[in-house]
DNA sequence: CGCGACGTTGATTTGCCTCAACGATTGTGG
DNA sequence: CCACAATCGTTGAGGCAAATCAACGTCGCG
């Protein structure tokens, strides 16, 4: 069983001929905990589709705190989408949180694969289009809710991350410091 | 001079016979200021090409405080995304600020259109790609930057908006009340 | 074992909100 | 074309959610 072309079946229906061309242009690779992918000031050439493990995206700004952007779990997509598709150089790192196993792809084979199998530009465009429903309402949610809601909407959409990811990455992930995130938990076994 | 066809033309290369077809699936239309164009509960039908005047897109929270998610300039895209691809009740208002002239396209014509011009899947895919890295950018400012700097930093990306939007929808944008948004404009003018 | 990263808890501070009152501007009906 | 209402922006007093700073216990790991 082929995760990513399972994947993909959900959306666009390829042929042999073209899930065999799709698998020739990812490559496979594992990385331990704690690699960085990418970091800012390099150019994101990989987008990565993840097997197994997790993958976090984060900044960190001028006083040096992180804020993390988006986790990856298995069956997700995850790179740099601002320095890939601007090659400026990237603004956030990429780094790996469990041991994961993934499928990477270049920018320039991504490329290639848009015009052999057409059918990808469809899967990617209906993916990102996902990604900016994503993005938006996680915008609304830290302009309308409190700290404490965001955090049980997300105990509820992801309730296997709460295992498997440090506290301090959920807690920067909903916008609050670890502190405060502590605190807060603390609140709500109390109900 | 065709706003919309130049805009294509920055991305992908149509041919004359294409440019008109785009064409015959785009409408003219017009609006008056404050029309709504979309509600909540309504499914989306149309996305805007705005040629002129401004139309912005908000959420209204379970307190019935606004929140403004984006705005149309003329040369934008503007829908909900979330409401148009998953065929579900929208959450956001569509509203016209000044008067209005679009171009709007059904979600059927436009997959009519993917259909008989291909090069308008990847048009539109790289406009999507765009909308990511900007709703990214967005949610890192939220995060990591105070009002303050936040609102310096929309005056200069968009100095034209200060003029032409009320100071409310801005401070709303940015993720203030309009009352301490008015104070903090205060507050730097003093410098 | 001992070090460093993680999570917890408390005291204090602060950025921004809420509520309320008041001019200024816009727009609308008589 | 004016009168009035409605909306908008401003200002002030007080309050709250979350940040900051600091101290301390715990765990995993070299």
Redesign the pocket.
Known sequence: MNLLLENIAKHVSLTPEEQELVMRFFHYDEYKAKTILLKPGEIAELTYFVLDGMIRSYTVDT?G?EHVLSFAAPNWFITDMYSIISRKPAQQYLSVINDVKVYKISKEDQDTLYEKVPKMERFFRVLIENSVVAHQQRLIDNLSL???DRYEKFCSKYPAFIQCI???HIASFI????????????RLLKK
Chains 1, 2 share one sequence.
Do not use: R
Request: charged share 25%; proline share 10%.
């Open positions: 006083n705190v409190t700290a404490e440090p506290q301090k916008g609050v410091t670890p502190e405060f995130f502590s605190k807060m938990k603390a």
